[in-house]
């Protein structure tokens, strides 16, 4: 039988799997593949489902606006993905991930003076942190 130990950690290492895939992805393509995202999000709402976790789409919900307000300065792609994510975990370890990975990307940005980055990456830096350290 596997321990709840067990569980949690092949649940991070499906999380890191996707994000590690997505970051190249975003990296390489400046894109990040919907099918992906939606493997993500459903495995985790089928998870959350047989768990009892509620889905926490709001701050992929509140990303995915931002994008619209900025004509896509933050792409679609980015707010999926947390809208996925929101179905494996919880609004406040989204929100970390969020602002976290934003501010990650913040000082990339300004130590390496670039306008536009590839957010996938510092949300994957971001899940590290949080999950592994």
Do not use: N
Not at 4 to 30: C, T, Y
């Amino acid at each position: 039988m596997f321990s709840l130990q067990s569980v949690k950690g092949m649940r991070e290492l499906w999380i890191l799997g996707h994000l590690l895939f997505l970051s190249a992805e975003d990296i390489k393509e400046r894109q990040v593949s919907l099918a992906v995202i939606g493997e993500l999000g459903v495995t985790g709402f089928l998870g959350g489902l047989t768990a009892g976790r509620p889905p926490q789409p709001l701050p992929g919900l509140l990303l995915l606006a931002a994008g619209y307000c900025s004509k896509e300065m933050i792409g679609y792609g980015d707010g999926w993905l947390l809208v996925a994510l929101g179905m494996w975990l919880s609004a406040g370890e989204l929100f970390f991930l969020l602002f976290l990975g934003m501010g990650l990307a913040a000082l990339s940005g300004t130590l390496f003076h670039r306008k536009e980055l590839p957010l996938v990456p510092y949300l994957t830096a971001a899940y590290v942190i949080g999950a592994y350290l």
